[in-house]
Nanobody, 115 residues
Framework: QVQLVESGGGLVQFGGSLRLSCAASGIIFSNYAMGWYRQGPGKQRELVAS???????NYADSVKGRFTISRDNAKNTAYLQMNSLKPEDTAVYYC?????????WGQGTQVTVSS
């Protein structure tokens, strides 16, 4: 069975930092693209960041320069380092693992940024 376990969410002040983790099991991790979507209150779901199996990264314009996605294949874990957080970053963040037509999802973690 495939499982993606997210951690690292919480409450931070404007300008603060958090690091989200997404630990995968039940897949050959190194073959999968990893990433995070987020959905804030009253907002559309947004792809925040992604990283391919080869290490290429992409970011939403809204987080470019502030967030960094990385992966540690030896630990079967992806990370999303979030710096200079803003209230508009407040959302539930869902990590995913994707290979072709197959997508697996984490349980989601709440990130709240106070003004």
């Amino acid at each position: 069975q495939v499982q993606l376990v997210e951690s690292g969410g919480g409450l931070v002040q404007f300008g603060g930092s958090l690091r989200l983790s997404c630990a995968a099991s039940g897949i050959i991790f190194s073959n999968y693209a990893m990433g995070w979507y987020r959905q804030g209150p009253g907002k559309q779901r947004e792809l925040v960041a992604s990283i391919t199996s080869g290490g290429n990264t992409n970011y939403a314009d809204s987080v470019k320069g502030r967030f960094t996605i990385s992966r540690d294949n030896a630990k079967n874990t992806a990370y999303l380092q979030m710096n200079s957080l803003k209230p508009e970053d407040t959302a539930v963040y869902y990590c995913y693992a994707r290979l072709g037509p197959y997508t697996y999802w984490g349980q989601g973690t709440q990130v709240t940024v106070s003004s």
